[in-house]
């Protein structure tokens, strides 16, 4: 069955610390992977995605993710954290069965600390 | 702000009532998405409409429904109310007719509270 995973429910990080949230997935076939950012109480914010070509993708507010297929997973990073940064991260994949949705993680609750 | 416009923001209503949320996609968006997030489900994708036409269900419950209308908008109406129900209802809109891009731009969701 194809499904992403965010082992991490919380993830705290010093402000100007690097920060990386994790997420792996199982898919057949290429995979297009996505990360969505939720503030509080707003919906969620495309940040940035995978489809082909290079393995790190640059993507906004400064995030950047790597895809490492021989791992399936998708990690996203960030040289320093922002107070600001904090959020739930969503990690996403496209369902390469019948319907082409995407598949959402847990999610992952950032909390940078001043 | 995605230019993805939900309401109403917040409703409280009582079990076995029925309610109907709206949406407006983005100007120039053909497909419309109905999520619901729930504490302990997290998201979970409930239907998809593209240009007016359904394209895709997922777990949507047979009490709930849904509906694009012809200037794109969408409604989804949730009947038999149960406490269950009690979510974060959010509407995406795009401008193709799958995920392929993934670029989903959400508005910020219904608040619906059931008693």
């Known amino acids: 069955a194809q499904s992403v995973a965010q082992p991490e429910d919380q993830v705290n990080v010093a402000e100007g610390n690097p920060l990386t949230v994790k997420c792996t997935y199982s898919v057949s076939g290429n995979p297009y992977l996505f990360w969505y950012v939720q503030y509080p109480n707003r919906g969620l914010q495309f940040l940035l995605k995978?489809?082909?070509?290079d393995n790190l993708v640059k993507g906004s507010y400064g995030f950047e993710a790597e895809f490492n297929k021989s791992q399936t997973s998708f990690h996203l990073k960030k040289p320093s954290a922002l107070v600001s940064d904090s959020a739930l991260y969503f990690c996403?994949?496209?369902?390469?069965?019948?319907?082409?949705?995407?598949?959402w993680g847990a999610g992952t609750k950032l909390i940078i600390k001043p | 702000d995605s230019g993805v416009t939900q309401t109403p923001k917040h409703l409280i209503t009582a079990t076995g009532q029925r309610v109907t949320l709206r949406c407006s996609p983005r100007s120039g968006d053909l497909s419309v998405y109905w999520y619901q997030q729930s504490l302990d489900q997290g998201l979970q994708f409930l239907i998809q409409y593209y240009n007016g036409e359904e394209r895709a269900k997922g777990n949507i419950l047979e009490r709930f429904s849904a509906q694009q209308f012809p200037d794109l908008h969408s409604e989804l109406n949730l009947s038999s109310l149960e406490l269950g129900d009690s979510a974060l209802y959010f509407c995406?809109?795009?401008?193709?007719?799958?995920?392929?891009?993934?670029?989903?731009?959400f508005g910020e969701g219904s608040r619906l509270t059931v008693l």
């Open positions: 996403a994949v496209r369902d390469t069965g019948s319907n082409y949705q995407l598949i």
């Open positions: 995978y489809i082909t070509g």
């Open positions: 995406a809109s795009a401008f193709g007719g799958d995920a392929n891009t993934g670029e989903l731009f």
